[in-house]
C-alpha cells in the first residue's frame, strides 16, 4: 500500500486493525486540510442558492415578529388584557406579558 498523501510505501504492520492510510500525522493532516479546501469550494458554489434562500426566511421571521409586536401593542392600546392576547397567541397571560410588555 502507499501513503495517500504523498504516495510513499507504507510499512507493512502485523496484526488486525485500522488500515494505514497515511505515512504520517504530517500527511494525513495535509490531505485533510486539502478535503477542506475541496469542500469548501464545491460547497460555496452549490449552496449559494440555498444559503439565499435561508437569509430570505429570516429576514420574513424578522419581519413577521416586528409585526406581531405592533399588532400586540395596537392591542394593548385598545384595552385588550394580557389575558385576551395570550389567548390568541397560544400562550398565557403571564407568558404574554413577559414577551411583548418590554419595549424590543
Do not use: N
Amino acid at each position: 500500500m502507499v501513503c495517500r498523501q504523498c504516495r510513499r510505501t507504507l510499512p507493512v504492520r502485523p496484526g488486525r486493525g485500522r488500515k494505514q492510510l497515511y505515512c504520517d500525522s504530517t500527511c494525513r493532516s495535509a490531505a485533510r486540510r486539502r478535503r477542506a479546501g475541496v469542500k469548501q469550494s464545491l460547497t460555496s458554489a452549490a449552496t449559494r442558492g440555498t444559503l439565499e434562500a435561508v437569509g430570505g426566511a429570516q429576514r420574513q421571521v424578522l419581519e413577521a415578529q416586528y409585526l406581531l409586536r405592533a399588532a400586540v401593542d395596537r392591542a394593548r392600546a385598545e384595552g385588550h388584557t394580557w389575558q385576551e392576547i395570550g389567548e390568541v397567541v397560544g400562550t398565557t397571560r403571564q407568558a404574554a406579558f413577559q414577551r411583548f410588555a418590554r419595549p424590543s
